[in-house]
């Protein structure tokens, strides 16, 4: 039998364990540490962001833009109904009412032309996703929401960290960015996060939540001579443990994503001849954008045979996946519906996409062997 061929493999690819044991042996391993001041430095650098704080997890930073909307009593939040689960529950925690809007075809992130037509006075923000490290298009988003001055935009930067939209980097365009650095994404720390904020004004209150309530960061600085409850907030700072292993990550950031691009490169150029044959298509990229390559996915013509493919590539130890299944219609979903939406691009993509195997490490030979066994599987469920 072939060796098998995970879907992800998380790596050490520098001086994280080094960075680790520095942090547990400097005696400085709660939220906060030199590892996370230098993580959040880097990452507000790369981003151009106000400032940036270490989190627990996307999903803890995007409850903290949730917090920081101050949303009230029957106010709305658009999300996509293809993301992740977080991406919604985030905002339905924090007492929105949630509106589903449906994906474009051509990059699987939220359409800004459904968008339009559900934006009303009662939507807060718009949390678009840039799926797959693809950046969704901003530019009509924005010309979207432009009409609605109370409506905030929250990038759901989950898979997009270094990737680029007109040159610009992915988390700098909205008032609030989340990123993750769960162990399936492409910088990994196990498990963690951080919320970029990109306007000076949300800075203050952003600490008083992430200090638990307390004013202890205006202490810190000496501005006052005692910390207090003051707010909301909960526990949402990174261990300086995990910071240190990111940033064993990030020093490795070039290379990381250099070899990210080989891989989702050699599948591009072994599958594009194939689509038209076959009956499937490949991930778009539009010209204006740098992808962050965090996946490859394709997409089968039909529901039925994806999962005949994906049986059939199981059974030669080769580990696809499907993904997302749509939110608008999730049980868990309906106590927090403002009202319901169809959203048939999402329901049609959720049911005939195929993520292939992709990690830093996937071999030629491994890339090789995941698209042969994928193009036998098609051609004998055609
Ligand atoms: C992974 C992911 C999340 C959640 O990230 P955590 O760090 O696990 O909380 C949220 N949104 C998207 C789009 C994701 O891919």
């Known amino acids: 039998m072939p060796d098998e061929i995970r879907f992800n493999r998380p790596a050490i690819e520098g001086d994280e364990l080094e960075h680790v044991q520095r942090a547990v042996s400097g005696g400085h391993t709660a939220a906060a540490g030199p590892y996370s001041a230098r993580v959040a430095d880097c990452l ?21 833009s949730a917090l920081l909307l101050d949303l009230q009593p029957g106010d709305r939040v658009i999300v996509p109904s293809f993301t992740f689960v977080t991406t919604a529950l985030a ?17 699987l992130a939220a359409d800004p032309s459904h968008v339009q037509t559900l934006l009303d006075d009662h939507v807060r923000a718009v949390v678009p996703v840039h799926y797959a490290g693809v950046a969704c298009q901003l530019d009509a988003l924005f010309e979207a929401v432009r009409h609605h001055p109370n409506v905030d935009v929250i990038e759901d930067n989950a898979h997009g960290l270094f990737g680029t939209y007109r040159d610009q980097p992915l988390g700098s365009f909205g008032r609030f960015a989340a990123l993750s650095f769960h162990e399936t994404k492409n910088f990994i720390s196990g498990e963690g996060g951080a919320l970029l904020i990109n306007r000076e004004a949300d800075v203050d209150r952003a600490h008083v939540l992430y200090d638990k309530g307390t004013n202890r960061r ?8 005692k910390y207090s409850w003051q707010d909301l907030g909960s526990s949402f700072g990174m261990s300086d ?3 240190a292993y990111l940033w ?15 891989v989702f490169d050699h599948y591009m150029t072994a599958l594009q001849s194939e689509t038209q ?18 996946m490859f996915y394709v997409l089968l013509d039909r529901a039925s045979r994806r999962d005949l493919v994906l049986r059939a590539m199981r059974e030669q130890r080769i580990n696809p996946t499907f993904h997302y299944t749509p939110l608008h219609s999730a049980p868990g979903a309906k106590p927090f519906l403002a009202y319901d939406t169809h959203c048939p691009v999402t329901d049609s993509v959720s049911s005939r996409l195929l993520r292939l195997p992709f990690h ?23």
């Open 360 to 382: 830093n490490n996937l071999s030629s030979s491994e890339i090789d062997r995941v698209v042969d066994v994928f193009l036998t599987a098609l051609e004998n469920h055609q």
């Open 218 to 225: 205006a202490f810190m600085l000496g501005d006052v001579d």
């Open 91 to 107: 905002f339905a925690r924090e007492g929105a009412s949630l509106v589903f809007c449906d994906i474009e075809e051509e990059t």
């Open 241 to 243: 443990v995990l910071a």
């Open 277 to 294: 044959r076959l009956g499937f298509r490949t991930p778009e990229v539009p010209p204006d954008r740098q992808p962050a390559y965090h």
């Open 248 to 262: 064993g990550q990030l020093e490795q950031r070039a290379a990381i994503f250099d070899k990210r691009r080989r």
């Open 44 to 64: 507000r650098d790369a981003v151009g962001a106000v400032d940036c704080l270490m989190t627990t997890s996307c999903t803890a930073a995007l409850e903290m």
